[in-house]
């Protein structure tokens, strides 16, 4: 029964799921992330802007934190 609701789900995820979400999703994975991090550190040098990475962990944030909080923050 999970892997049918799954099916089916999974037919409709690119139109619930932001593009930028590659985690969990079919022919999706870490390599686009990686990928569009070089460009965007490449478009700095070239363009000689300053910038920075940010990684968020929201394992559970939602359970944890309000989620007024995690929006402003």
Known sequence: ???????KLGKL????????????????????????TEAMINYCNIYEKDGFIMALDQEKAYDKIAHDYLWKT
């Open 13 to 36: 995820a690119h139109k619930i799921i932001h593009l930028d979400q590659t985690g969990f999703i079919p022919k999706k994975g870490l390599y686009d992330h990686t990928r569009m």
């Open 1 to 7: 029964m999970t892997k049918t609701i799954a099916k």
